[in-house]
T-cell receptor, first 112, second 113 residues
Framework: KQEVTQIPAALSVPEGENLVLNCSFTDSAIYNLQWFRQDPGKGLTSLLLIQSSQREQTSGRLNASLDKSSGRSTLYIAASQPGDSATYLCAVRSGGSYIPTFGRGTSLIVHP | GAGVSQSPSNKVTEKGKDVELRCDPISGHTALYWYRQSLGQGLEFLIYFQGNSAPDKSGLPSDRFSAERTGGSVSTLTIQRTQQEDSAVYLC???????????FGPGTRLTVT
């Protein structure tokens, strides 16, 4: 059974810092991995989807990498802004199922 | 284009009543998922529909929960005889096919009093 862990659970940083959020998974036979953000009281917004054959994906100030052999993905946020404050979740599809397994998320606060 | 929509956005009901929650996926998306998110908890998978295949109901917590998807589009999640522990945000997501990018709706906040 796939298990997904996100570290740290919470993070508070000053504006302008470059950040790395981590997502670890136990079963390396994955189809893909997706990063989301969730604002308080809202649904999830898709950020990036990395297929198992890819090493990284980029969107604006966001860069997500994937290392299947070590069971890790990182989400890099460059030059953080207060608007980046949200909970970031990763979701992994694997094991013959298209039902993703979600991590518990990293709660990020970027203060001015 | 239009995203995933859910209705109602909020629902308050008395213990023991039945409720229906609705999800309209993105047009053309064949896969549809229901999740539950309780306060301070992670996302809990409930049910997965893919095209005309039989749904994967492995996440439904009890037989009080059921869901259907009519015409491969709109889905309804029904909770019978609601209990206080059913209080949560119910989220719906869709994807073009089973392994493609998931898009979530805004959720329905259910409160059972």
């Amino acid at each position: 059974k796939q298990e997904v862990t996100q570290i740290p659970a919470a993070l508070s940083v000053p504006e302008g810092e470059n950040l790395v959020l981590n997502c670890s998974f136990t079963d390396s036979a994955i189809y893909n991995l997706q990063w989301f953000r969730q604002d308080p009281g809202k649904g999830l917004t898709s950020l990036l989807l990395i297929q198992s054959s890819q090493r990284e994906q980029t969107s604006g100030r966001l860069n997500a990498s994937l290392d299947k052999s070590s069971g890790r993905s990182t989400l890099y946020i460059a030059a953080s802004q207060p608007g980046d404050s949200a909970t970031y979740l990763c979701a992994v599809r694997s094991g013959g199922s298209y039902i993703p397994t979600f991590g518990r998320g990293t709660s990020l606060i970027v203060h001015p | 284009g239009a995203g995933v929509s859910q209705s109602p956005s909020n629902k308050v009901t008395e213990k023991g009543k039945d409720v229906e929650l609705r999800c309209d996926p993105i047009s053309g998306h064949t896969a549809l998922y229901w999740y539950r998110q309780s306060l301070g908890q992670g996302l809990e998978f409930l049910i997965y529909f893919q095209g005309n295949s039989a749904p994967d109901k492995s996440g439904l917590p009890s037989d009080r929960f059921s869901a259907e998807r009519t015409g491969g589009s709109v889905s309804t999640l029904t909770i019978q005889r609601t209990q206080q522990e059913d209080s949560a945000v119910y989220l719906c997501a869709s994807s073009l096919v089973g392994d493609s990018e998931q898009y979530f709706g805004p959720g329905t906040r259910l409160t059972v009093t």
